[in-house]
Each structure stands twice: as structure tokens, then as C-alpha cells.
């Protein structure tokens, strides 16, 4: 059987180049306004409220990272050239959120049970 080549048109991959760009900007606005509430929350949270905000912001942050991620990674399929560079980059980011996604979990167990875990 012959591989018939395909090629993602330079005029598609531009116009989603620019909507995940779009999405972006929108992404990373919604992050900074979400930075911002939980920095103006901290000033009135008790020592329960600092705990749960404290687990939040790693929880926050992770979801930062993974959302930045799934960014990078449209960018990487969008400029991918045939189905098999597809392939490659989507095995590449499955991979790598699943690396991330124990590590994350690891690490908010472990703020959570510090929290609620009493000191002896």
C-alpha cells in the first residue's frame, strides 16, 4: 500500500496558530484575575480558610501548568506537518500529563494531610 503524503495546509495551521493564541491571552487573563482574588482573600482567612488557601493555590498551580501544557501542546499539532509528527507529539504530551498528573496528585495528598494531620 502506498503512504499517500499529506500535508496540513500553512494557511490552516496560521488561523489556529492565532485562535489558540487568542485563547491564550484569555487563559493567562483568567489566571492573573484568579491570582489576584485569592491574594485579596488571604488578608481575611482564619487558620482554617489559610490551610484550604494554601492547598488551592497548589491546586491552582497545577492547573496553571496543565491548561499551559494543553497550550504548547495545540501549538505543537497545529505547526506538526503529517499525521505521523501528530502522533508523535500527542504520545510525547499523554506521557508527560501523566507524569505530572501523579506527581500532582502526590503532592496535593500530601498538603492536604499536613493540614489536616494534628502536630505532635
Known sequence: MTKIP??????IRDLTSKTVEEARKAFESFIAAA?????????TANSLQSSAKDVS?????FTEANVKAAFDHAQKLIQAKDPQ???????????????????HAKELGAAVLKKVTPDK
Not at 491570582?35 to 488578608?43: C, I, L, S, T
Open 6 to 11: 499529506y500535508e496540513i495546509p500553512p494557511e
Open 35 to 43: 491570582q489576584k482574588a485569592a491574594a485579596q482573600a488571604e488578608g
Open 57 to 61: 493555590a497548589k491546586a491552582l498551580n
Open 85 to 103: 509528527e501528530i502522533v508523535a507529539h500527542q504520545t510525547e504530551f499523554v506521557k508527560k500529563q501523566l507524569s505530572a498528573l501523579e506527581e
